[in-house]
């Protein structure tokens, strides 16, 4: 029987830096069946392996995209790879046949420099993190990806705490662990 194997993407220009995807690593770090893909490590001159990259969704049944918010949308490593991997034929039909893509998780785990209460109606972003993620969702739908949802930390330019990044860190992991169930 084959286990279910998980793709964390992870896409964050300047990962030796950031604790919260850091804490975020480490937690994951033994779990079986998980891959843990560096787009910034792998392509810094953004030269994207196209083969590789869609093959990589193949082998795998839960796609996760871990980055930091980039104002207010993905990081541009995150973009070139949509525009690049996720092509006509392979990741999406026009005509509503199954992609190569259909049916497989996808969920993504963003760090966030600002507060949650930022993000409300009544905060200075004046709208919530999903609205402002509702391209990647729609990408991902169009994909035809099972579309999970968000686990998202807020605060990460206010230097939290190392216990909030590893309260973050445990929940990620459980989500990892679990392929996202919770959203479901």
């Known amino acids: 029987m084959t286990s279910h194997r998980t793709l964390i993407i ?15 690593l480490t937690e994951i770090g033994n779990l079986e ?6 787009l910034y490590r792998a392509y810094p001159e953004f030269s994207i392996d196209v083969a590789h990259e869609q093959q990589l969704l193949r082998e795998h049944d839960t796609v996760i995209l871990q980055f930091p918010l980039c104002w207010y949308s993905v990081t541009p490593l995150v973009k070139a790879w949509f525009d690049a991997v ?4 392979f ?8 992609s190569q893509l259909h049916g497989k998780k996808a969920w993504l785990a963003v760090s966030v420099g600002s507060t949650l209460d930022t993000y409300t109606a009544e905060g200075v972003a004046r709208r919530s993190l999903e609205e402002y ?12 990806f099972d579309y999970q949802g968000v ?12 216990e909030h990044l590893l309260l973050d860190a445990k929940e990620y992991g459980m989500l990892v662990a679990t392929s996202g169930a919770p959203f479901a």
Request: with cysteine; proline share 5%.
């Open 91 to 98: 990741a999406f039909t026009l005509d509503g046949s199954a």
């Open 151 to 162: 686990h998202a930390v807020y605060g990460m330019m206010l230097n939290p705490s190392d």
């Open 133 to 144: 993620l509702a391209p990647v969702r729609q990408t991902l739908e169009f994909c035809q």
């Open 10 to 24: 992870v896409a964050h220009p300047n990962l030796a830096d950031s604790r919260a995807n850091a804490a975020r």
């Open 33 to 38: 069946s998980v891959t843990v893909h560096d």
């Open 86 to 89: 996720l092509t006509y034929g």
